[in-house]
C-alpha cells in the first residue's frame, strides 16, 4: 500500500497560478500510475491529470495547455501545476495512485475567486 499527502491548495484569483504537490510513502515501486482528480459538492470526481511510470501523460480537455502533471521520482512527489485558473477550476483536489491497489489522498481545497 501507499500514503498520500497532498498540500498546496488555497484561495487564488482567476488568471493565478497554484502547484499541488503529493508526497507518496509506501510501497513506492508498486505504483504504476497516479492522477490528480478533482470533486465539487454533488458531482461526481472526475479526473484531471495522469502519469504512468514510463512518464505518458493524459489531461482532461478542460485543463489542457493550462495543468501540467509531474513526477520526480527522487523526492517520491507528484505535483500539478496549475496556470490561468478559472472559476470553473474550483474543487477539492484528490491525488491518486494506483498499482495493485487504488490510493487516495485526503484532498486539498483550491478555489478559484476574485
Known amino acids: 500500500q501507499v500514503q498520500l499527502v497532498e498540500s498546496g491548495g488555497g484561495l487564488v484569483q482567476p488568471g493565478g497560478s497554484l502547484r499541488l504537490a503529493c508526497a507518496v510513502s509506501g510501497s513506492i515501486f508498486s505504483i504504476v500510475s497516479m492522477a490528480w482528480y478533482r470533486q465539487v459538492p454533488g458531482k461526481q470526481r472526475e479526473l484531471v491529470a495522469a502519469i504512468t511510470s514510463d512518464g505518458s501523460t493524459n489531461y482532461a480537455d478542460s485543463v489542457k495547455g493550462r495543468f501540467t502533471i509531474s513526477r520526480d521520482n527522487a523526492k517520491n512527489t507528484v505535483a500539478l501545476q496549475m496556470n490561468s485558473l478559472k472559476p470553473e477550476d474550483t474543487a477539492v483536489y484528490y491525488c491518486?495512485?494506483?498499482?495493485?491497489?487504488?490510493?487516495w489522498g485526503q484532498g486539498t481545497q483550491v478555489t478559484v475567486s476574485s
Open positions: 491518486n495512485a494506483r498499482g495493485y491497489f487504488n490510493a
